[in-house]
């Protein structure tokens, strides 16, 4: 059981790169959410799921996509990196209902140059 | 927009202390949650104290809530230098239909052997 996973752990991109942070988990949670985390500011939603094929936005959603095929996967994509997306990224689930914890992964650490 | 605050910042203090930190939100909350985050890892779930509870404990943590002043305190008793983390609270949103959660900024703790 490894609970929820991300990769890569590390990565650098050019101003205006593309790319996905990947998201899985086991637990069968069915909801699902993005975070990004910068010095100072404490954990900010980007987006969240409530199930395959349901998505919304959090708080910063402007120049990331997601999207929910399976209840397992839930990537993040920066469309056109910009250097005020550098952060370390957390992804976290929850089980099915609204109250309980969130259960989060080990985090992604972005840096845009 | 930041719904949760913690104080202090950041606090050290030698093992076998007691620790406590506080937290101030704005929302009406379903529940009041605490986190702790080692450096470079994942946030990891501490404590739930529901609306109606005034008390929580676990081990050697103690929660208290009032939600009059829209507030919340973590006590840590006899720490340990294995305690050195941050910890954040979340409020979840009772006005989200999602219980929605608001981190706080953090509260930096480090213990001395």
């Known amino acids: 059981n490894a609970g929820v996973t991300q990769t890569p752990k590390f990565q650098v991109l050019k101003t205006g790169q593309s790319m996905t942070l990947q998201c899985a988990q086991d637990?069968?949670?069915?909801?699902m959410s993005w975070y990004r985390q910068d010095p100072g500011m404490g954990l900010r939603l980007i987006h969240y799921?409530?199930?395959?094929?349901?998505?919304d936005q959090g708080e910063v959603p402007n120049g990331y996509n997601v999207s929910r095929s399976t209840t397992e996967d839930f990537p993040l994509r920066l469309l056109s990196a910009a250097p005020s997306q550098t952060s370390v990224y957390f992804c976290?689930?929850?089980?099915?209902?609204?109250?309980?914890?969130?259960?989060f992964g080990p985090g992604t650490r972005l840096t845009v140059t | 927009s930041q719904q949760g605050e913690e104080d202090p910042q950041a606090l050290s203090i030698q093992e076998g202390e007691n620790a406590t930190m506080n937290c101030s939100y704005k929302?009406?909350?379903?529940?009041l949650q605490w986190y702790r985050q080692n450096s470079g890892r994942g946030l990891v779930h501490l404590i739930l104290?529901?609306?109606?509870?005034r008390e929580k404990h676990s081990g050697r943590l103690r929660v208290t809530l009032d939600t009059s002043k829209k507030s919340s305190s973590l006590l840590i008793t006899a720490s340990r230098a294995a305690d050195t983390a941050s910890y954040f609270c979340?409020?979840?949103?009772?006005?989200?239909?999602?219980?929605?959660?608001?981190f706080g900024r953090g509260t930096q703790l480090t213990v001395w052997p």
């Open positions: 976290a689930t929850q089980r099915t209902g609204r109250l309980g914890e969130q259960y």
């Open positions: 637990m069968n949670h069915e909801y």
């Open positions: 799921s409530v199930g395959a094929g349901i998505t």
């Open positions: 929302t009406s909350i379903n529940n």
């Open positions: 104290i529901r609306s109606n509870e």
């Open positions: 979340a409020a979840n949103d009772r006005g989200s239909t999602l219980g929605r959660l608001y």
